[in-house]
C-alpha cells in the first residue's frame, strides 16, 4: 500500500498529514478507522487526514489547532511524499 503524506514542524509542533480519498471524512467510521491506521504508521505525532474535491479544494480533519493552520496553507507548499507500508 501506498499514501500521499507529509510531516511537518512548525512553531515547535510537528504532525503529520495523510491524504485519504474523497468521500473518507463524511463517514465517521471510515475516518476513525483512518485516523488510527495513521496513528500506528506515524507513531506517537498527531495526524490530520486531507482529502481533495474534484476542484482540488482540500478539506482538513485533525486537531483544530493544526486544521485551522492548514487553511491558510497552500497544498503546493506541503512538503508531500509517497509512503510504502
Known amino acids: 500500500m501506498t499514501f500521499d503524506g507529509a510531516v511537518i514542524r512548525e512553531q515547535g509542533v510537528t504532525f503529520a498529514i495523510a491524504v485519504?480519498?474523497?468521500g473518507v471524512l463524511a463517514n465517521s467510521a471510515?475516518?476513525?478507522q483512518s485516523l488510527s491506521?495513521?496513528?500506528s504508521f506515524f507513531g506517537s505525532i498527531p495526524v490530520v487526514l486531507?482529502?481533495?474535491n474534484s476542484?482540488?479544494?482540500p478539506t482538513w480533519y485533525g486537531r483544530p489547532d493544526l486544521t485551522r493552520f492548514l487553511q491558510n496553507v497552500q497544498v503546493g507548499a506541503i512538503p508531500w511524499k509517497?509512503?510504502?507500508v
Do not use: K, N, S
Open 55 to 57: 476542484q482540488g479544494t
Open 20 to 22: 485519504v480519498r474523497h
Open 50 to 52: 486531507m482529502e481533495q
Open 30 to 32: 471510515e475516518r476513525d
Open 82 to 84: 509517497r509512503y510504502t
Open 37 to 39: 491506521y495513521f496513528h
